[in-house]
C-alpha cells in the first residue's frame, strides 16, 4: 500500500490519511508517514453519537435537536464539548460509555476543521465513507 501512496503524493503536500479509528491504522501512518495527519472520519463520530442518543432519548424531536448540535459541534472540532455534553446527561446507558471511551482515544484526530481549511491531500483507509462536511 506504501508504494500506491508514495506515487500519489506530491512533493511538497502534507498527507492526510482519514480513517475509521482503528488504532493499529493510526499506529502504522505514524511509523510510515511521519508529518501525516490522521483523522477520524466524521460518519463514524456521527454513528456512535447515533447509537448513543437513539438509546438515550425517548423524545425524537429532542433526539434531533440535540444531535444537530453535537454535530455542529464536531464540525467545530469541539470533540471535547461533546463529550462534556454526554457526560452531562448522566446516562448509565452502555452507549454513553462506548461514545465517549470512542472519543476520548480518537480525540487527538478529530480535528475537522483542519480538513476545510488545509490543502493536503487526502488518503481514505480503512472502512470509512468519504462525506461532504
Known amino acids: 500500500m506504501e508504494h500506491l501512496i508514495d506515487s500519489y503524493s506530491y512533493p511538497h503536500s502534507k498527507l492526510i490519511f482519514i480513517t475509521d479509528g482503528a488504532p493499529w491504522l493510526k499506529h502504522w501512518?505514524?511509523?510510515?508517514y511521519p508529518g501525516s495527519y490522521s483523522i477520524l472520519d466524521y460518519y463514524h463520530a456521527c454513528?456512535?453519537?447515533?447509537?448513543?442518543?437513539?438509546?438515550?432519548?425517548?423524545?425524537?424531536?429532542?433526539?434531533?435537536?440535540?444531535?444537530q448540535q453535537q454535530k455542529e459541534l464536531l464540525l467545530e472540532s469541539r470533540a471535547e464539548q461533546v463529550i462534556n455534553n454526554v457526560e452531562q446527561l448522566n446516562s448509565s446507558k452502555k452507549e454513553a460509555r462506548k461514545l465517549t471511551e470512542y472519543y476520548r482515544a480518537n480525540i487527538d484526530r478529530m480535528d475537522y476543521i483542519l480538513i476545510c481549511l488545509n490543502n493536503?491531500?487526502?488518503?481514505?483507509?480503512?472502512?470509512?465513507?468519504?462525506?461532504?462536511i
Open 29 to 32: 501512518i505514524e511509523d510510515a
Open 47 to 67: 454513528e456512535y453519537l447515533h447509537a448513543f442518543s437513539r438509546e438515550h432519548f425517548s423524545c425524537r424531536q429532542q433526539e434531533e435537536q440535540w444531535l
Open 120 to 132: 493536503s491531500d487526502f488518503v481514505y483507509l480503512g472502512n470509512t465513507i468519504p462525506c461532504h
